[in-house]
């Protein structure tokens, strides 16, 4: 503490100690804030100090002293000093961190900081602000990429960029308001896309109405003077309109499943965690909530309020997965579980989770079931087609392409037929050789240990026998 080095100095110790004990008392009052108080005592102890690097560090605090007076003239004459009297040491690396760090904060030139933070590692590779010099030029990079952003710039990458700034704002600068502003721009842009795919719909709508116009890719178009804000298109292509929209209604949905619920989680979790405002906080997860139900941002902004650790995972997934979890058991532990109880609990995830990552399991999982348990050959087609139609590039779709068209069974072929290992009698001409290695559990994605067989290997083991 500065009582101790203030009581260390009292006892008036050998010279050496005494000035390190001045030069802690100067890094005390610049840790708190006293940045005259720090300048004074820096200024005083360089004039003493005879020990060349002790000189070069001091004069390091003492510009650190001007930059947070923002007194930048001062301040960058002492880190210009250190480097001209210094190359390729940790000295000179050091100023050309607090010179990045000076027109990063100070400033707010971003390329001169990432010109600075770029020669810290080039300096001196094993200095201590090498990382943090990485970390922020990067940063700074990001602030000149959305700075410079146009109309040609991908939204997704602007939006990408928005969210790391508001996270530094938040972290690092302890900026709140300014990252509560970026989150709010970032709302804002959904309107805006919105806006453009509104126009576009109705340039398109336009041109269909209007019978004189022969949509070509490369004529030009004249439009009816009565539509007052289109008179000339030229080279209009009803292929690129399309794209756009179909753009714009992609981008849309982006927002709505993952950037729009993402910024009002993040808005609330600083109201809450660093603006200590309760009432507003609830008031975002609140609009969380009626918005986006079915979000994981919706569940972990709950939590956040409730004093819990946020779990981002959604509703559907969350109470799906207890159900699907029970299933599981079926085949981990056969005699747990009866068939009819497991096919309810399925039943449940089908008919109130289809908005879950567990649905098409359940699909697959029902219609597997009926077929090698049930043999009801027709109705598990349905749940197989159910998968096929509605989660085409889903692993466990394209696995049913094995064995089901989409309207019918496959035949094994007849090598298959004739290394068969145990399949029952009655789904000897549906069901392709299934090995222990390609059960259900292992298809969807849980391993299964080697020391357990599931209920249908049970069965086929004692078949076998």
């Known amino acids: 503490s500065l009582k101790t080095f203030q009581d260390l100095l009292s006892a008036k110790p050998r010279k050496r100690v005494q000035l390190d004990a ?48 923002e007194d930048l003239e001062q301040a960058s004459k002492e880190f210009n000093n250190i480097i001209a009297n210094n190359k390729k040491n940790k000295f000179s690396a050091e100023a050309y961190y607090y010179l990045g760090e000076m ?30 010099a990485l970390r922020k030029g990067a940063i700074a990079s990001k602030i000149v990429q959305y700075k410079e952003k146009d109309k040609t710039t991908d939204v997704v990458a602007i939006v990408d960029i928005q969210f790391q700034l508001a996270e530094y704002y938040t972290l690092d600068l302890n900026m709140p308001d300014s990252a509560l502003y970026l989150y709010d721009e970032i709302c804002k842009q959904y309107n805006y896309i919105q806006t453009e795919l509104d126009s576009i719909n109705l340039l398109i709508d336009r041109l269909i109405a209007n019978k004189n ?58 109201w809450l965690k660093v603006k200590n405002d309760t009432v507003k906080a609830d008031s975002i997860v609140q609009e969380l909530r009626t918005k986006f139900p079915d979000s994981e941002y919706s569940y972990a902004g709950e939590q956040l309020l409730a004093g819990k650790k946020p779990q981002f995972i959604t509703k559907q997934n969350l109470e799906a997965g207890i159900y699907f979890g029970k299933v599981e058991t079926y085949f981990l532990k056969p005699d747990s579980l009866g068939i009819e109880e497991v096919i309810s609990y ?38 197989f087609k159910k998968l096929q139609d509605n ?46 290695e390609d059960t259900l559990l292992k298809i969807i994605g849980t391993p299964l240990p080697d020391t357990i ?8 083991h004692a078949k076998s026998k």
């Open 103 to 132: 027109y990063f904060t100070y400033v707010h030139d971003y390329k001169k900081a990432i010109d600075n933070f770029d020669k810290v590692h080039n300096e001196y590779r094993k200095s201590q602000y090498v990382e943090e």
């Open 213 to 270: 116009v022969i949509i070509d890719t490369t004529e030009k178009i004249s439009v009816d003077s009565t539509n007052d804000s289109i008179k000339v298109i030229t080279k209009m292509d009803t292929a690129s309109l399309n794209q756009q929209r179909k753009s714009l209604n992609n981008l849309l949905i982006t927002y709505r499943t993952d950037i729009l619920p993402k910024s009002l989680f993040m808005k609330s979790w600083i």
């Open 391 to 436: 989660f085409a590039k889903n692993e466990l779709a394209i696995k049913t392409q094995k064995f089901f068209n989409g309207q019918n069974y496959l035949f094994p072929k007849q090598e298959e037929i004739e290394e068969k290992s145990a399949i029952p009698d009655s789904l000897d001409r549906v069901m392709p050789v299934v090995s222990k």
């Open 22 to 69: 001045e030069f802690f008392i100067g890094k005390i009052y610049l840790a708190t804030g006293q940045n005259d108080k720090a300048l004074t005592s820096f200024k005083n102890l360089r004039n003493k100090e005879t020990d060349e690097d002790n000189i070069y560090n001091i004069s390091i605090q003492i510009g650190i002293c001007y930059m947070k007076q």
């Open 346 to 383: 399925l039943d449940t995830i089908i008919q109130y989770y289809s908005k879950s990552d567990y649905y098409p399991k359940a699909l697959y999982t029902k219609g597997y079931l009926l077929l090698t348990e049930q043999n009801d050959t027709l109705t598990s087609k349905i749940y």
């Open 453 to 460: 067989e599931t209920k249908k290997d049970s069965t086929n």
